[in-house]
């Protein structure tokens, strides 16, 4: 028979002892000792069922297939950009990826992507290398314009996008912002300025006390409270903090 030692959402260290006996299972950031699980690095512990993992407070975003970033352009090759990930590691859009419109051979590519311009793009291919291919080629996946870019902790993208998108749903409910939480760490959000404002204190807000319980209903209460509109944390997006583009 087993037992936790410390509870769902603990600040928790490395080496310290989270369950005893085997009735657990070690998940990202714990490992077991004997019959022990134990922390392998600082972060907020996470009990799904049987299974225990850390949250890390802090780290740099590690690209993944199938992530949808916010980027920026860093240069232009002949054959296509070279985008910043907000990683150790650039990103390379390939022309023939960066629209479903034909780019001529030898057009000016800056006429499509220009430097510092940033972008929504989905990462295709990851190597052993960490070579990155990312494509604009999608629903969701376009040049950015106007609005701003703030940086958030990547490990706090799930608890701003919320469950199914239900977090961000209920920002852009009471702002009437478009909001684009991308996995890197880098959100976009555009609306009118003051609205944008109220936006940005809020994705802080949720930052900050990610680990905190009820914090779906203290950012409900937070936003009705600044902006005098209802709005409801049972409406999820399922395109998880995309934001579409017609």
Not at 30 to 42: C, L, M, P, Q, W
Not at 115 to 129: C, D, H, L, P, W
Not at 163 to 177: L, R
Not at 192 to 215: D, R
Request: hydrophobic content about 40%; overall charge neutral.
């Amino acid at each position: 028979m087993g037992n936790t030692i410390v509870n769902d959402k603990d600040l928790v260290v490395p080496g310290e002892e989270l369950a005893k006996g085997m009735d657990f299972l070690p998940g990202k950031g714990t490992y077991r000792d004997g019959e022990n699980i134990v922390a392998s690095i600082v972060g907020i512990i996470n009990i799904d069922g049987r299974t225990m993992k850390i949250i890390p407070l802090a780290g740099k975003y590690i690209p993944k297939r199938n992530d949808t970033i916010v980027g920026q352009v860093k240069d232009i090759l002949m054959s296509g950009w070279i985008v910043d990930t907000g990683s150790a590691y650039d990103a390379v859009l390939n022309v023939k990826d960066a629209s479903s419109e034909f780019i001529e051979k030898g057009a000016d590519l800056t006429q499509y992507f220009n430097f510092g311009e940033y972008i929504i793009a989905k990462i295709v291919n990851v190597t052993s290398q960490n070579l990155i291919d990312i494509t604009m080629r999608g629903p969701g996946l376009h040049k950015l314009t106007h609005g701003r870019v703030i940086k958030i902790n990547t490990n706090k993208v799930p608890r701003v996008i919320g469950k199914q998108g239900s977090m961000v749903s209920m920002i852009k409910q009471a702002t009437g912002c478009r909001i684009t939480v991308g996995q890197n760490g880098l959100v976009w959000l555009q609306g009118e300025p003051e609205k944008e404002i109220i936006a940005v204190s809020t994705i802080k807000m949720i930052e900050k006390n990610a680990h905190k319980t009820g914090l779906t209903e203290t950012i409900k209460a937070f936003l009705e409270k600044e902006t005098g509109v209802k709005v409801s944390a049972d409406m999820p997006e399922p395109n998880n903090g995309v934001e579409k583009h017609e």
